[in-house]
Each structure stands twice: as structure tokens, then as C-alpha cells.
């Protein structure tokens, strides 16, 4: 029975998944198959994904001296299945091998039209052998992809997820001068990268129910972060431990931009197009809505992430700190593509009217608590 991209879901009733057989889902890392690991565990699935939307991040490879959260080490490689034996020069994860999860199949095609496809082929691998070899569709360190996976299990069998349940911070990455490494603090900027590296995922799987809750998620952090370091700034009266949990760094940004464009469409068929934009031009008369349009792409995160950029891009009273203008360079070098994206709200001329609370929701395929 065909579906469509769009199609909404209903959840499973928890008696129809317990009597639902079980499939053996293998994790494996981008790029794992280069690295010797049995050809026949790295096969792709039989049936691919409607949308092809996985893309390699690259920004810690260009730039190998500058860590980024949310990229691996150049010289870590992580197996695929627990059946596979170790690689060589493993040193991003704990265990030699990424895990299996054993989860029952209706909850998958439940909530994925990603496995709902598999599924559908009779004549699949996947089928023959119980299991399917699913490749990662982000190249960070195997430990988040791995937290990124166990939230959308959670999501398969709660209807929701905490993202705080995992230890998805890298701590060691973040430097404040004057202050020790921060090891074992989850900053603003840690929680961004992974809420984009869930939405990459969900993406890849079809899993538009839990992008949607995503959004909302990432939508909230950035508010919040915006909010926050509006109010700090203004009263000048925080400490240095008060301002590290709220930590975002241009590297968490950077990470951020390159994990989202390369791992989404430029516009997602699964999207509504804006609605009109009469009513709106009544709520928001500063956006020059037309003009937006024509930059402004049809994907809610991509949207979103380039309005969280356009809010601290300009120059903060028009001084220039030289790190401030490379690390925005690197940004634009790295993801050219961002470029229209970041226009669409360069466009309006102040600011603090690019704050999110100040934009329209619709940009981001969210309803105002009116609608």
C-alpha cells in the first residue's frame, strides 16, 4: 500500500507491539565499510529512502587543528555491528563495536516511512535475515549517534524523548579564558549540535513526528540561549560558572550549520508551503515578506538555524573581534550554501528584531500559541 511522504502515522497501541515480531537494527558509522569490516555487513538496504538526504560533515576535516563538537576524531573508525570485529585506531568509543538494537517492527513503521519501505519489500534483505544495517547519517563520534538512535527508540515506545537521559555534551571542548577545560558540563551550544544530529536522523528515517518535536526542542534552546544572553549583557552581573552552561561557542554554530545543510534537503516535500502572508504582514510589518521569499527556503530546520545565525552576526557595537570574523568566515567557507538561507533574515535591518521571538513561527513550520 503506497504512502505518501507526508502521510501522518498513528501510533501503535502498545498490545500490537508486543505481539509484533522483533528486527535486529545494526548501527553503523558513515563510512565504516572503507575500513575492512565484512563487505556483507555493509551493504545498503535494499529499498532506499524516498529522500536521500545523508551528507558527510566535513568541518573538523578541513579544519583538523579545531575540534568541533559534534565531529569525529580523524583517526577514530567505528564498526558496524556487534558481529564485526573491532577497527583499527578506534578511540571514540568506549566499546570496540556499535551496538544492535532489537525493536519490535511495528513500532518502527509506526513512526518511519524510512522502515516502512523496507519493510514493505518481501523480497529484501532485511527480510531474509531479520535485520538491517543502518548507516549513520552523520559523521560525528559513534557515542552520539549512538544517544541519537536510543532517543528515537524512546520516542518509538513513549510518544516522547528526553535528550537530557544522555551524556551528549563535550565538555573538553569548551575553553573560556581565565577558566580550567569544562569537562562534564552540557552547555547550550552541546545541546544544539545534538538536537540537529536527532533531526538529521529523523530525516533519514522519515520520521516526521519526531522532527516536529525536534523543532520545537530546538526552537526553545534558542530562545532561551537568546533570552538569557540578552539579559546577562544588559546587567553585566554574572559569573564565569553562571555563564558556562549557557555556553555557546562559534565552533558549536559552525558544527550546527554543517551537520543541518548537509544532512537535510533544501526543501522537504513533506513541508507546507508558507501560508499567506496577509495575516502575517499584519502581526510582523517589519519583514518585508515578499522580499524574504525569494531567499527563504522551504526546510523548518534549515530556516531555523539561519535565524539563530542572523541574530548574532552583525557586529556588536560595531567593534570586531578578529576570532568573531574568522570563525563566521570558516562558517560561509565551510557551508556556502547557508548563504541564502542567512540572507533571508540579514534582510531585516536590526537585530534585535531577528530574535526569535520577534519572527514569525510559520518560518519555522511552528504555530503561535494562538493558532
Known amino acids: 500500500m503506497p504512502h505518501t511522504i507526508n502521510e501522518v502515522i498513528p501510533p501503535a497501541l502498545p498490545s500490537v507491539l508486543c505481539s509484533s ?12 565499510s572503507e575500513d575492512g569490516l565484512d563487505p556483507h555487513a555493509t551493504r545498503q538496504a535494499s529499498v532506499p529512502p524516498p529522500v536521500q538526504t545523508s551528507k558527510k560533515s566535513t568541518i573538523a576535516k578541513k579544519n583538523p587543528t579545531k575540534k568541533v563538537p559534534g565531529s569525529r576524531n580523524k583517526s577514530g573508525n567505528d564498526a558496524g555491528t556487534t558481529s564485526d570485529p573491532p577497527s583499527a585506531g578506534n578511540t571514540n568509543t568506549t566499546s570496540s563495536t556499535m551496538p544492535t538494537f532489537q525493536v519490535h517492527v511495528a513500532a518502527l513503521v509506526s513512526q518511519s516511512l524510512y522502515f ?20 549513520c547519517p552523520t559523521d560525528c563520534r559513534a557515542e552520539l549517534n549512538r544517544f541519537a538512535f536510543s532517543c528515537f527508540v524512546d520516542f518509538l515506545y513513549n510518544g516522547t524523548f528526553d535528550i537530557e537521559n544522555y551524556t551528549y555534551h563535550e565538555g ?3 575553553s573560556i579564558p581565565g577558566m580550567e577545560s569544562a569537562s562534564g558540563v552540557k552547555t547550550t551550544g552541546d545541546r544544539l549540535v545534538f538536537i540537529g544530529i536527532l533531526y538529521v536522523l529523523g530525516e533519514k528515517l522519515l520520521a516526521r513526528q519526531f522532527q516536529k518535536m525536534l523543532l520545537q526542542k530546538m526552537y526553545d534552546t534558542m530562545l532561551q540561549f537568546q533570552t538569557k ?13 553562571d555563564r558556562l552552561p549557557g555556553t555557546v561557542l562559534w565552533s558549536h554554530v559552525g558544527s550546527l550549520v554543517d551537520i543541518v545543510f548537509r544532512g537535510t534537503p533544501s ?3 513533506s513541508h507546507d508551503e508558507p501560508s499567506s502572508s496577509e495575516e502575517l504582514e499584519k502581526e510582523f510589518p517589519i519583514l518585508d515578506l515578499k522580499a524574504r521569499k525569494l531567499w527563504l527556503g522551504g526546510e523548518n530546520m534549515r530556516n531555523l538555524v539561519a535565524a539563530f545565525l542572523s541574530f548574532g552576526w552583525s557586529l556588536s557595537n ?3 573581534r578578529k ?7 570558516e562558517i560561509i567557507r565551510s557551508t556556502p550554501e547557508v548563504q541564502e538561507w542567512l540572507l533571508a533574515y540579514l534582510l531585516i535591518p536590526k537585530p534585535g528584531d531577528r530574535r526569535l521571538d520577534r519572527l514569525p513561527k510559520s518560518d519555522f513550520g511552528l504555530q ?3 493558532g
Open 21 to 32: 515480531p522483533t528486527i535486529t537494527i545494526c548501527l553503523r558509522q558513515p563510512g565504516a
Open 116 to 135: 516502512k519501505s523496507l519493510m514493505s519489500f518481501d523480497a529484501g534483505m532485511e527480510k531474509a535475515t531479520n535485520k538491517v544495517v543502518f548507516e
Open 172 to 174: 573538553s571542548f569548551i
Open 229 to 241: 544572553d540578552f539579559a546577562r549583557r544588559s546587567t553585566g552581573g554574572d559569573t564565569e560558572e
Open 267 to 269: 526543501r522537504s516535500f
Open 318 to 320: 560595531g567593534m570586531a
Open 323 to 329: 576570532c568573531d570574523v574568522d570563525s563566521k568566515h
Open 368 to 370: 503561535d500559541e494562538s
